[in-house]
């Protein structure tokens, strides 16, 4: 909720005496009025009549000011039938939810949670956003570590539980968006699958996700009941070591199947079993993936070996500027049509060395093995025999995965498309650097030339 205009309170605390934060938002906005009503009644019959006059139009000035944001707080050991203040704190996330109200933040005890499931609060209102803009409940923690078992967001269709942030939490099971509008994750970690099903407007960011064995690790799955996942947001995480010791299991770090408007933009995938990235041939919308890094898939033990690093086959999808270690799997045959991959490096082969298959796709300004064509219906790219010596190291099992920074002379230095490609790299760094847009996630060197000044005059004297 929006704090108090600054205008009105210095002008209205002079008359609202007892003017407090209310602590329980339930009620916080009609008791203000109450107790600012009950001030102007209990004062009417000292005040000149020139003073009420200048008192009323205040009041109803400031009485449609919402209430201050308010903060509440649980604890392992909280009761829900507390209000969910300090003192009296609750247990569950659910019953905060249903205390607070838009813009409120709930702080949570170190400790160890049981499952916990949202469900909807209809007094919690706003627009939705792509990332979380301050209209949102927050849950966040007050100490030390939060670990949640498990988390659902509205099991039934139909009610979705709206605005809903969480920061900095760790989810060791099972995270899944059932039905949810504005539900946002920022530095968090996930040691268990995250899923959306019917979410409008997600994001995942700036988080750890993975080191777990046999599930996925993100699954963006639509066609339930016709509905897609739609308008949702990962980036900037680490996803990494989704693993397999079962020879029938398919652990795919990213999966999506039937999503509508999805940005993936900025993430490092490394030591995963399988595939990096799995789309859909049912993905629709706008779809792009760009500026992440998708380390070489590891076998580990027992379980399967899948060899691709990425298989994207929704229509339309926009692949570019990513370090692919590995190759590509393409389908074909009404799946990936009308795809443009530009500006990325990939180690291995796309499809079986061949251009991507979909009708109307263009593959161009990559930087990719000798394998591949050098024509894909776009302008040329570039074909190596040996790509690895770009990078400062390749090392697809060491504990973060391959440093895929680019190197001092690196052939994808000043490849991408000089007149397209995303204003930053994956380390935030504007673009392009140097004498173009590097291909790839990674620009290369540290700092933006700078344009040559244009207004310099001789002066004599
Ligand atoms: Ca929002
Ligand atoms: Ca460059």
Redesign the pocket.
């Given at each position: 909720m929006k704090q108090p205009s600054s205008d009105c309170e210095k002008s209205c605390k002079k008359y609202w005496h007892t003017y407090v934060e209310v602590p329980t938002s339930a009620d916080r906005y009609s008791t203000m009025v109450q107790m600012v009503l009950t001030y102007v009644v209990t004062r009417l019959a000292g005040l000149r009549q020139s003073t009420i006059r200048f008192i009323l139009p205040l009041f109803l000035l400031c009485s449609v000011v919402p209430a201050k944001a308010a903060t509440y707080y649980l604890a392992t050991n909280g009761n829900d039938g507390n209000p969910c203040s300090q003192s009296l704190r609750c247990q569950s996330f659910n019953r905060a939810y249903q205390v607070a109200r838009s813009g409120d933040t709930v702080l949570v005890a170190g400790g160890n949670y049981s499952q916990q499931n949202i469900v909807r609060n209809a007094n919690i209102t706003g627009s939705n956003s792509q990332i979380p803009d301050g209209n949102e409940v927050t849950f966040k923690p007050e100490t030390g570590t939060v670990n949640v078992s498990g988390l659902g967001i509205s099991t039934t269709r139909g009610t979705p539980a709206e605005h809903i942030a969480f920061e900095g939490l760790t989810f060791t099971g099972f995270t899944v968006i059932s039905s949810g509008n504005d539900v946002h994750f920022t530095r968090c970690t996930f040691r268990a699958l995250f899923m959306a099903l019917w979410a409008n407007y997600y994001s995942v960011r700036n988080s750890d996700i993975g080191s777990h064995n046999e599930a996925d690790g993100l699954d963006l799955y639509g066609n339930v009941d016709g509905v897609q996942p739609t308008n949702g947001l990962i980036e900037n995480n680490i996803i990494h070591d989704i693993s397999t010791t079962d020879p029938l299991a398919h652990p795919d770090a990213l999966a999506t199947y039937g999503v509508n408007n999805l940005t993936v933009r900025g993430n490092k995938f490394y030591k995963n079993a399988c595939i990096n990235y799995r789309g859909d041939g049912a993905d629709r919308g706008t779809i792009v993936i760009e500026n992440n890094t998708f380390g070489q898939t590891v076998s580990y033990a027992g379980g399967i070996s899948c060899g691709p690093s990425a298989q994207i086959h929704g229509d339309g999808a926009l692949i570019r500027y990513n370090t692919i270690e590995g190759s590509v799997q393409q389908v074909g045959s009404g799946e990936g049509d009308g795809q443009l991959w530009e500006g990325n490096i990939i180690t291995g082969n796309v499809g079986y060395g061949q251009c991507p298959v979909g009708s109307g796709t263009i593959a161009q300004y990559n930087v990719w093995n000798s394998n591949n064509p050098t024509n894909c219906g776009g302008a040329a790219n570039v074909g190596l025999a040996n790509l690895t010596s770009m990078f400062v190291t390749i090392s697809p099992t060491g504990s973060t995965g391959s440093d895929l920074h680019l190197v001092a002379g690196a052939a994808a230095?000043?490849r991408?498309n000089p007149s397209r490609y995303p204003s930053t790299d994956l380390d935030g760094k504007t673009?392009?650097?140097?004498?173009?847009?590097?291909a790839g996630a990674v620009?290369?060197?540290t700092t933006a030339k700078p344009d040559p000044p244009t207004n310099l005059s001789v002066v004599t004297n």
């Open positions: 230095i000043d991408g673009r392009p650097i140097g004498g173009g847009p590097d620009e290369f060197g």
